[in-house]
């Protein structure tokens, strides 16, 4: 495949580091998702066009210029669809759909918290969460993220650097479903709001603290804990991840959903693109574009 555009991913920091739960043996190239098109396919296979263009979650390989992958690692996009949003699309919104609606089970109707909101799921979560029909909270730290997930449909914001959380959710009447890709203090704050048979969606720990659970409050509040790792549903449930894309790319051409793309840098400049991660400074997707066509 050749490389078009490439998304990047808070995971691309941790396997930078050897931390990340699906690090490859080194050396690799960093990049989990990308999109492109396709110029070569291997003996036998007929079902992949040639000059066909697709996203691609492959785990590694997105910053190059080429990139060997899976047949079954591809999507087809539609062709209005440009690659910076195809790059910026599987792992945001595959993981936001797949964790509120076949994990957490989101009702119409339910009370959304969104934990860093503004990040690249976290926007997602928003945005899916109100197309679901529920009530969104989200919570992010700054002026210009809350504005980012307002822009993205939510109902009530919440400045994390100003406001404490558990507090004013309360006041908001608390949370039927929580989704968590920060860890640390807001995990344990969000738990103090969680309303009884809550879901709390354990996404990820951006923080760098991965927070301990208490037992005693999950049964006394009779509130479920719910670990999500979408890349884990490609080994054993790859039709989840297959139906869920099918969904979103129909939502796309629905114009129903846009992914929100923050900042983009040539592939040159890869390392600022990442250290823009790792200091926390985006909003949405980062993007690398790779190749210009």
Known sequence: MQVLACGLNFADLLMARGEYQDTPVPPFTLGLE???TVVATG???????IGGRFACFSGKGGLAEFASV???????????????????FMVAYGTSHVALSHKAKLLA????????????????????????????????????????????????????????????VRALGGADVVYDP??????????????????????????????????NIMLVKNISALGFYWGGYLKFRPDVVRDSLNELIKWY?????????????????????????????????VVVEVTSL
Do not use: W, Y
């Open 43 to 49: 003996a036998g296979q007929t079902d992949i066009p």
């Open 253 to 285: 051409a629905d114009g129903r959903i846009r992914p929100h793309i923050g900042a983009t840098f040539p592939l040159r400049q890869a390392e600022d693109a990442l250290a823009l991660l790792r200091e926390r400074k985006s909003t949405g997707k």
């Open 109 to 168: 109707g339910e009370t959304l918290l969104v934990l860093g909101a503004a990040g690249g799921v976290g926007l997602t979560a928003v945005e899916i969460g109100k197309l679901m029909g529920a009530r969104v909270i989200a919570c992010a730290r700054g002026e210009k993220k809350l504005e980012a997930a307002e822009a993205a449909g939510a109902d009530h914001l919440i400045d994390t650097s100003t406001n404490d959380l558990k507090e004013t």
């Open 182 to 215: 920060v860890g640390g203090e807001l995990f344990r704050s969000a738990l103090g709001c969680t309303r009884p048979e809550g879901r709390i969606l354990i996404i990820g720990f951006a923080s760098g603290d991965i927070p301990q659970i208490p037992a």
């Open 34 to 36: 990308m999109a492109g």
């Open 70 to 88: 899976s047949a079954n690692s591809l999507v087809a996009i539609p062709d209005d669809m440009p690659a910076n949003d195809a790059a910026a």
